[in-house]
């Protein structure tokens, strides 16, 4: 079982950036495919960016392309996502989740979640 505990939100001006962390425990994180999601009040869990087990194959389908990166640490067993030019459309509580399976979006793909931080975009 892994334990997942995300970190890096707060409030931060438009414009602004802000780099998320994701800590693993109980498994090493290299043989999980790692995520990053989203959920703003009132809203579905939104996909935002995956990374492969090596962190040499990213993929970003929606509207993280272009402003979000994530990357991985295996040694540090450590995920991050390093956002810029954030928008107030950003405001959300994101989460990390790993998976078994390959890269994908689908929610029901990951097997293991955090308890989110609150990332507040103020205008």
């Known amino acids: 079982q892994v334990q997942l505990v995300e970190s890096g939100g707060g409030l931060v001006q438009v414009g602004g950036s802000l780099r998320l962390s994701c800590v693993a425990s109980g498994r090493t994180i290299s043989t999980y495919v790692m995520a990053w999601f989203r959920q703003a009040p009132g809203k579905e869990r939104e996909f935002l960016a995956a990374?492969?087990?090596?962190?040499?194959?990213?993929y970003y389908p929606g509207s993280a392309e272009g402003r979000f990166t994530i990357s991985r640490d295996n040694a540090k067993n450590t995920v991050y996502l390093q956002m810029n030019s954030l928008k107030p459309e950003d405001t959300a509580v994101y989460y990390c989740a790993s998976s078994n399976a390959g890269l994908g979006s689908g929610s029901g793909k990951y097997d293991y979640w955090g308890q989110g931080t609150q990332v507040t975009v103020s205008s």
């Open positions: 990374v492969s087990r090596s962190g040499g194959t990213t």
